[in-house]
């Protein structure tokens, strides 16, 4: 008894070894940048490719990234572990910081043999819903889109209003939007819509559309305005019992405590490009307390969708993925199926990417 106490204090008095098959084999040896841009949503955006002393490789995107910040990411990343992917968010240029999550974690899952989801402590769930954004100005338009991305697999759709043409519309506007509604809607009652504004309404009218169509029961009302006031906000989820979403632009955690503490959110929009896979997952467990959801989105490539799909996987309060398209990721009846393989599971061609290498 008193020598096995003996060994656990000695064990616990020495300092905790370094695994050379985690640390040092994961060390970071290059760092590759692409420029791409989104065939669906036309969005620029950059591909990171970081490579490690053991040969493994992880891709991860991020937004487009100025000269400088390309230049300062490789000494700032070489010589340091993939595993360290959170350390590696203060080493980076800010903009840099969501590629890097994701491929430090594709790392990271390729050398456990794992998928990320299974590394983050998941699943949490088998599939992920989806939803795609409507494309088209006109309510013809927009019907024969929602018949396109049905046959794609999508059943949730993000119905944009009606641009208004001046600040303070009144009952016109509300007029023209529900007949779009109505219109879209008839395409297939069966679907799901989110009424989406893009943050271009006043207050008053967004409270007005929010008060005539919830009884059309949309998911819920997509950055109905800026988050620039409370109170504005506080205006709109007064007045009706419409869900609201926000979170598409903002940066800061503390924007969307704010946002929280004063429920005035509902569901939670962070964009995968800004924050990353572990940044959305910090969001989640905040918003997780307040009983909100979140729904992700971005806007990039099939690296990005997989990661999304990884982190849905990883956070019990994941509600619904927005992507610019399906590419080659399964959807159907409505869901993605979670990505296979180990890392996010995406194979890259790296012939046709090379011919977009910026660094």
């Known amino acids: 008894m008193r020598v096995a106490k003996q060994r656990l204090q000695m064990a616990m008095a020495r300092p905790s070894a370094v695994n050379p098959d985690t640390d040092d084999a994961l060390a970071i040896t290059e760092v590759r940048a692409y420029s791409r841009q989104s065939a669906a949503s036309g969005r620029t955006y950059t591909v990171l490719k970081l490579r490690t002393k053991s040969g493994l490789s992880g891709f991860g995107e991020c937004g487009s990234l100025a000269e400088p910040e390309l230049k300062s990411l490789s000494s700032a990343l070489v010589g340091r572990p993939a595993s360290a992917f959170e350390v590696l968010n203060g080493a980076v240029p800010e903009g840099a910081r969501a590629a890097v999550n994701m491929a430090a974690l594709d790392i990271l899952g390729k050398a456990t043999k794992a998928p990320v989801y299974r590394v983050l402590g998941g699943p949490t769930r088998n599939k992920a819903r989806g939803l795609i954004r409507l494309k088209g100005t006109s309510d013809e338009e927009l019907q024969g889109e ?3 991305q ?3 697999g999508f059943r949730a759709f993000l119905l944009p209003v009606p641009k208004p043409a001046a600040r303070n519309q009144g009952s016109a506007f509300v007029r023209a939007a529900e007949a779009r509604w109505k219109a879209v809607r008839s395409a297939d009652a069966s679907v799901d819509f989110v009424l989406e504004a893009a943050d271009q309404l006043t207050p008053g009218d967004a409270a007005t559309l929010a008060t005539e169509l919830e009884r059309m029961h949309p998911l819920w009302f997509d950055e109905p305005c800026k988050v620039s006031n409370l109170n504005a906000i506080r205006k709109i989820a007064a007045e009706s019992v419409m869900p609201l979403g926000f979170g598409r632009e903002i940066t800061e955690a503390g924007t969307y405590q704010d946002l929280l503490r004063n429920g005035l959110v509902d569901v939670l929009r962070p964009d995968l490009l800004t924050h990353g896979i572990t940044g959305i997952r910090r969001l989640a467990a905040m918003s997780e307390t307040y009983y909100v959801a979140v729904a992700p989105q971005h806007d990039g490539g099939e690296i ?5 799909l990884h982190l849905a996987a990883s956070i019990p309060n994941f509600f ?19 990505p296979k393989g180990d890392g996010l599971g995406v194979e890259v061609n790296e012939t046709e990417l090379e011919r977009s290498r910026i660094a």
């Open 150 to 152: 049905l046959e794609t």
């Open 320 to 338: 619904i993925l927005q992507t610019p398209g399906a590419g080659r990721a399964v959807i159907k009846d409505g869901f993605f199926e979670l």
């Open 304 to 308: 990005s969708t997989a990661a999304a």
């Open 146 to 148: 929602v018949r396109k």
